[in-house]
């Protein structure tokens, strides 16, 4: 697969959330790593099951949980970036998403046309910072 095929497949995945649908596996490796890097409940999940619950106990605790695109980043030839920014609210807080800051980063590691790794950052610069890439506004 090549890597606008990825970015392609990306896209896909990423559209369904921006209309609050979470609910799709189809992209996802039968071994997916999953990962939230950071946040008020950071884990890692190995296989589709624990990947389908690690996602569960992550959704179970926002209400009216939004996904926006601010950009899409091709890094090579399996990796791309989605800078995104996430609004809702804390179920059992009332806690906005916003006062945690909502400008995260979602990478996605795609071989042969299924996602073999997903890493979510809420802190952007974090993300950028673990790639080697320079924080926003910034030069390298």
Do not use: C
């Not at 999940?45 to 950009?71: H, N, S």
């Not at 806690?95 to 979510?120: C, N, P, Q, S, Y």
């Amino acid at each position: 697969m090549t890597a606008s095929s990825n970015l392609d497949l990306v896209r896909s995945i990423v559209a369904a959330w921006e209309r609050g649908d979470f609910h799709s596996t189809e992209w996802a490796d039968p071994e997916i790593d999953y990962v939230i890097a950071d946040g008020p409940a950071p884990g890692r999940w190995t296989g589709l099951t624990d990947m389908q619950e690690g996602a569960r106990q992550y959704l179970r605790g926002w209400a009216e949980l939004r996904v926006e695109v601010d950009e899409y980043r091709e890094l090579d030839d399996e990796r791309v970036l989605v800078l995104t920014r996430r609004s809702g609210r804390g179920k059992a807080s009332g806690l906005e998403l916003e006062r945690l800051g909502t400008r995260g980063a979602t990478i996605f590691h795609v071989r042969d046309g299924k996602v073999t790794r997903h890493v979510m950052y809420y802190d952007r610069d974090r993300a950028l910072a673990d790639l080697g890439l320079a924080p926003e506004g910034r030069l390298p």
